[in-house]
């Protein structure tokens, strides 16, 4: 079933009266007129063309170039069955495979359609019963919707990923048939979950690959996308940061079902560190991975790799928060007080507790905290009380 939430159910019980695409309704197959072998090669070319077409042939089976040749007498290597059996249609695995009644032979054709209709199914009964010849009438020529070679992904992936072809139309809102072939007979189970097939190169699903095969980094849409899921000064970020990441590309408003803007990644930072960030395309602003620590901050996407002095540059250079207490203890390092995230060279020992939403502080053993305030000798300088009020 198509994943469609209640409320849209309830408002396409209504819409649905003014506006039939709301639910599309698959295009019925065009008609096939002629007689005997004619009837059916019109028959495979209008239904059967997209698997098995001379420069398809899944299977091995080429329905293109000699339908009749590829079938009469030919057994099937898969399943030891002879395809087309001339005078005996139940004795063929074709016409059973079409009625989905192959048995133990595989899946009807085409592919979890429950077989083709029954006015198809009796042309190629009675061209089969008829002795399976290849005499007939004069050719019937049916148009295919997709040209010749269409089948490569450089050639329907863009219009898949910019919907400048409704796929669900034919192939159904689950994709898996509907009036065309199902994809999963050429992309296998679980592809739409496979977020690299659209949005990069390896299994992150991360450009430097954008969805138009744009892969110099110069170009592409957004260059510090791969630096935002690698752990360096900071953990590795999850989509989740900045888009509203789908289940798969079968989930509301991606790609197939309600996408408002194809071709474009809608930048969301609801769930992430900065809920309220905006993004104009350029530059984020109020984002709390930009701030210092104390403030949220603004970036632009042209900025560069971000250092320490980046966000926590303070009064002469030294990398701090911008706060009086930070500020009294410029002659230390980073590291005495936040020795789980950084070392005494300033470099982030830890990824995973810097820019993760929380102040992660790591005392000198002979300094104690209780809430803010702080207990003991550092360096020969006591602090008894001392408050931090940052």
């Given at each position: 079933m198509p994943r469609i939430p209640v409320w849209a159910a309830?408002?396409?019980?209504?819409?649905?009266?003014?506006?039939?695409t709301f639910f599309p309704v698959p295009p019925e197959p065009p008609p096939v007129d002629g007689d005997g072998y004619c009837a059916v090669q019109a028959f495979f070319a209008a239904d059967c063309f997209t698997c098995h077409a001379a420069d398809v042939a899944l299977g091995d089976l080429d329905l293109e170039t000699d339908?009749?040749?590829a079938l009469v007498g030919q057994v099937s290597a898969r399943?030891?069955?002879?395809?087309?059996?001339?005078?005996?249609?139940?004795?063929?695995?074709?016409?059973r495979k079409l009625t989905a009644t192959q048995g133990a032979a595989g899946a009807e054709m085409p592919p979890a359609s429950g077989g083709v209709s029954a006015e198809r199914a009796a042309l190629v009964y009675d061209w089969i019963a008829a002795g399976a010849t290849t005499e007939c009438s004069a050719p019937i020529v049916v148009e295919r919707h997709h040209p010749d070679g269409y089948d490569q992904p450089v050639v329907h992936g863009p219009d898949a990923k910019f919907q400048t072809e409704r796929c669900v139309d034919c192939h159904g809102l689950d994709l898996l048939?509907?009036?065309?072939?199902?994809?999963?007979?050429?992309?296998?189970?679980g592809w739409t979950a496979q977020c690299n097939w659209c949005h990069g190169t390896d299994s992150t699903g991360v450009p430097p690959r954008d969805i138009d095969g744009q892969t110099d980094p110069t170009l592409?849409?957004?260059?510090p996308h791969r630096t935002h899921i690698t752990a360096g000064i900071g953990p590795g970020f999850d989509c989740t940061e900045c888009h509203l990441k789908p289940i798969d590309a079968l989930s509301d408003g991606h790609v197939f079902l309600g996408d408002p803007t194809p071709g474009e990644a809608e930048v969301r930072f609801w769930w992430g560190r900065s809920p309220v960030a905006i993004y104009d395309g350029q530059s984020c602003s109020d984002v709390y991975c930009h701030g210092n620590g104390r403030e949220n901050g603004s970036i632009a996407k042209s900025d560069g790799p971000r250092d320490c002095d980046s966000c926590h540059q303070g009064p002469g250079g030294f990398s701090q928060l911008l706060s009086?207490?930070?500020?009294?203890?410029?002659?230390?390092?980073c590291a005495e007080c936040h020795g789980d995230t950084v070392d005494a060279a300033g470099a982030i020992v830890t990824p995973a507790k810097h820019v993760d939403g929380v102040v992660q502080v790591a005392l000198p053993v002979e300094i104690t905290r209780t809430g803010d305030t702080c207990d003991g000798t550092c360096?020969?300088?006591?602090h008894t009380g001392a408050v931090w009020n940052p």
């Amino acid at each position: 079933m198509p994943r469609i939430p209640v409320w849209a159910a309830l408002v396409g019980l209504f819409a649905t009266a003014c506006d039939d695409t709301f639910f599309p309704v698959p295009p019925e197959p065009p008609p096939v007129d002629g007689d005997g072998y004619c009837a059916v090669q019109a028959f495979f070319a209008a239904d059967c063309f997209t698997c098995h077409a001379a420069d398809v042939a899944l299977g091995d089976l080429d329905l293109e170039t000699d339908a009749a040749g590829a079938l009469v007498g030919q057994v099937s290597a898969r399943w030891g069955e002879t395809l087309v059996v001339a005078g005996d249609p139940e004795g063929s695995l074709l016409y059973r495979k079409l009625t989905a009644t192959q048995g133990a032979a595989g899946a009807e054709m085409p592919p979890a359609s429950g077989g083709v209709s029954a006015e198809r199914a009796a042309l190629v009964y009675d061209w089969i019963a008829a002795g399976a010849t290849t005499e007939c009438s004069a050719p019937i020529v049916v148009e295919r919707h997709h040209p010749d070679g269409y089948d490569q992904p450089v050639v329907h992936g863009p219009d898949a990923k910019f919907q400048t072809e409704r796929c669900v139309d034919c192939h159904g809102l689950d994709l898996l048939g509907g009036t065309a072939v199902a994809c999963v007979t050429c992309h296998g189970g679980g592809w739409t979950a496979q977020c690299n097939w659209c949005h990069g190169t390896d299994s992150t699903g991360v450009p430097p690959r954008d969805i138009d095969g744009q892969t110099d980094p110069t170009l592409i849409s957004f260059p510090p996308h791969r630096t935002h899921i690698t752990a360096g000064i900071g953990p590795g970020f999850d989509c989740t940061e900045c888009h509203l990441k789908p289940i798969d590309a079968l989930s509301d408003g991606h790609v197939f079902l309600g996408d408002p803007t194809p071709g474009e990644a809608e930048v969301r930072f609801w769930w992430g560190r900065s809920p309220v960030a905006i993004y104009d395309g350029q530059s984020c602003s109020d984002v709390y991975c930009h701030g210092n620590g104390r403030e949220n901050g603004s970036i632009a996407k042209s900025d560069g790799p971000r250092d320490c002095d980046s966000c926590h540059q303070g009064p002469g250079g030294f990398s701090q928060l911008l706060s009086p207490p930070h500020n009294a203890h410029a002659s230390e390092t980073c590291a005495e007080c936040h020795g789980d995230t950084v070392d005494a060279a300033g470099a982030i020992v830890t990824p995973a507790k810097h820019v993760d939403g929380v102040v992660q502080v790591a005392l000198p053993v002979e300094i104690t905290r209780t809430g803010d305030t702080c207990d003991g000798t550092c360096h020969l300088q006591p602090h008894t009380g001392a408050v931090w009020n940052p």
